[in-house]
């Protein structure tokens, strides 16, 4: 989002909470499924584990994932950004 010129911030910006929402959905739905992997449900600890280790290795991901393809900004050169008060 920092790499997109201002003049087409609103869209990326959409975008972004769109892709936080739809993987938030997901990494929820599937750590609820894995809570019934074994009889008992959150009583059982191996289904707390294995939601445990999902949710690491779901953020392991996406980590990774961020250092692979965040970007610096390139400089505005010449252009001013305005601020609104």
Do not use: C
Request: overall charge neutral.
């Amino acid at each position: 989002m920092t790499a997109a010129p201002p003049e087409q911030a609103g869209v990326v910006g959409a975008i972004l909470q769109t892709a936080i929402q739809a993987g938030n959905a997901i990494a929820v739905s599937i750590q609820a499924g894995l809570m019934t992997i074994h009889p008992g449900g959150i009583e059982d600890f191996r289904n707390i584990a294995a939601s445990f280790y999902f949710v690491m290795g779901w953020g392991a991901i996406w980590l990774i994932l961020f250092w692979i393809f965040y970007r610096t900004p390139p400089p505005l050169e010449g252009k001013r950004i305005i601020a609104a008060h």
